[in-house]
T-cell receptor, first 116, second 111 residues
C-alpha cells in the first residue's frame, strides 16, 4: 500500500542528545514536510523540501536539521539546541499540481518525542 | 502573513449536527481544506473546496464557503461518537501549494 511511514512512534531522549526521526514515503511525491504539533498550538512548519537535495526553513526551524538525499526519505534531526523538543512530530508529502491540482497533504501517523 | 482562526472546542450530542467554523485572511486562497485527526494519529483529509465554489456536499459533510467574509464552515450531519476528533481548517495560497493550518477544533460527541 502507498503511504507515509514515520518511525519510531514513541521516542524518549535525555537532554543534550540529538535524535533523528525517520520519514519514508512510497507515493512518488516530490514535496515533503515536517510539522510540530503542541496542544492548542495547531501545526507549525519546521522544514519542507520541494525536490531532492533542496529544502527550506519553515516557521520554527531553529534547533532542527533535515536532509533530502532521496526522493522517498526526509529525516528530521532534533538537536540539543532545540530548547523545548517534547512534542508530536508529523511528516507529510504532496505532489502539487500533478494529481488533484491542489497542494493536498498526505500525513504519516506521527512520532511522539519526550525529553526526560 | 496568512492566518487561519478556529474555535478550540465544540461539544454536541450524538445525532445532532455539528458546525465547525473557520476564518482566514488570505484573499488569494485557491483551495480550503478540512482535515480530521484522531487521538495519537496523523491528519486525514476529509474534504476540500475550490475558492470559486459556495458549497460542497459529501455524504454527511457539507462545506460552506463565504469568500467575501473569508469564512469557511464544516457541517457534520447526524454526528456520531466516531466523529470525536480534532478538525483542522487549512488554506492554500495562490500558486504556492503551501498550506496554512488553523489550531484545530476539538469536537466532543456526547452519547
Amino acid at each position: 500500500d502507498g503511504g507515509i511511514t514515520q518511525s519510531p512512534k514513541y521516542l524518549f531522549r535525555k537532554e543534550g542528545q540529538n535524535v533523528t526521526l525517520s520519514c519514508e514515503q512510497n507515493l512518488n511525491h516530490d514535496a515533503m514536510y515536517w510539522y510540530r504539533q503542541d496542544p492548542g498550538q495547531g501545526l507549525r512548519l519546521i522544514y519542507y523540501s520541494q525536490i531532492v537535495n533542496d529544502f527550506q526553513k519553515g516557521d520554527i526551524a531553529e534547533g532542527y536539521s533535515v536532509s533530502r538525499e532521496k526522493k522517498e526519505s526526509f529525516p528530521l534531526t532534533v538537536t540539543s539546541a532545540q530548547k523545548n523538543p517534547t512534542a508530536f512530530y508529523l511528516c507529510a508529502s504532496s505532489m502539487p499540481g500533478r494529481t488533484t491540482n491542489t497542494g493536498e497533504l498526505f500525513f504519516g501517523e506521527g512520532s511522539r518525542l519526550t525529553v526526560l | 502573513g496568512e492566518d487561519v482562526e478556529q474555535s478550540l472546542f465544540l461539544s454536541v450530542r450524538e445525532g445532532d449536527s455539528s458546525v465547525i467554523n473557520c476564518t482566514y485572511t488570505d484573499s488569494s486562497s485557491t483551495y480550503l481544506y478540512w482535515y480530521k485527526q484522531e487521538p495519537g494519529a496523523g491528519l486525514q483529509l476529509l474534504t476540500y473546496i475550490f475558492s470559486n465554489m459556495d458549497m460542497k456536499q459529501d455524504q454527511r459533510l457539507t462545506v460552506l464557503l463565504n469568500k467575501k467574509d473569508k469564512h469557511l464552515s464544516l457541517r457534520i450531519a447526524d454526528t456520531q461518537t466516531g466523529d470525536s476528533a480534532i478538525y483542522f481548517c487549512a488554506e492554500e495560497g495562490a500558486g504556492s501549494y503551501q498550506l496554512t493550518f488553523g489550531k484545530g477544533t476539538k469536537l466532543s460527541v456526547i452519547p
